[in-house]
């Protein structure tokens, strides 16, 4: 069975104290991974997606990297509007996401 | 942009009623799918559908049925709602090996 694991459940930084939240994973044939952004009360954002091990895609402050087991999102220099629910997601032999419980980040000013 | 509607925000039901959600995408997509988001339980896949008429069970399927009439619209249906079902309702659409897209969600109280 496909799972995700994300951790830590919650995160709370200074402006501009870089970090990272990570993602593992077990699955049958990885086909993409998948991060997400949630905002209280909203959809999910998509951000970015992974197929590879050693792929990395950035965006603003944000990259996410890829190994066989896990992934992580590092925050370089994060703003308070960064502050929100990060969602990481699999996707093995079906057409079915299995997502992880999610990281809550909170940047502080 | 991918656009993902959703019929309500905010809905309050009563026990029992009959309640349908509604999902409109404008992207072509062929698969469209049902999640519910609850606290500490994450994003459970409840039903998906990879073409018009065609549907699958998620996880979660019971106490609740789908339909697909046009490939741009699906439709979540509580038959009876109970209170278990009080939740974020969330739909996506996507394609395979590809990103899901979701919606803005419909937050259901059953009272």
């Known amino acids: 069975e496909d799972q995700v694991t994300q951790s830590p459940e919650a995160l709370r930084l200074q402006e501009g104290e870089s970090s990272s939240l990570n993602c593992s994973y077990t699955?049958?044939?990885?086909?993409?991974l998948f991060w997400y952004r949630q905002d209280p009360g909203k959809g999910p954002e998509f951000l970015f997606t992974?197929?590879?091990a050693g792929e990395e895609k950035e965006k603003e402050r944000l990259k996410a990297t890829l190994t066989k087991k896990e992934s992580f999102l590092h925050i370089t220099a994060p703003k308070p509007e960064d502050s929100a629910t990060y969602l990481c997601?699999?996707?093995?032999?079906?057409?079915?996401?299995?997502f992880g419980k999610g990281t809550k980040l909170t940047v502080n000013p | 942009d991918v656009k993902v509607t959703q019929s309500s925000r905010y809905l309050v039901k009563r026990t029992g009623e009959k309640v349908f959600l509604e999902c409109v995408q404008d992207?072509?997509?062929?698969?469209m799918f049902w999640y519910r988001q609850d606290p500490g339980l994450g994003l459970r896949l409840i039903y998906f559908?990879?073409?018009?008429?065609?549907?699958e069970k998620g996880d979660i399927p019971e106490g609740y049925s789908v339909s697909r009439e046009k490939k741009e619209r699906f439709s979540l249906i509580l038959e009876s709602a109970s209170t278990n079902q009080t939740s974020m309702y969330l739909c996506?659409?996507?394609?395979?090996?590809?990103?899901?897209?979701f919606g803005p969600g419909t937050r259901l109280t059953v009272t």
């Open positions: 699955v049958s044939g990885l086909r993409g």
């Open positions: 992207m072509d997509h062929e698969n």
């Open positions: 992974l197929y590879s």
């Open positions: 559908s990879y073409d018009v008429k065609m549907k």
């Open positions: 997601a699999v996707q093995g032999g079906s057409e079915k996401l299995v």
């Open positions: 996506a659409t996507g394609e395979v090996t590809y990103e899901q897209y």
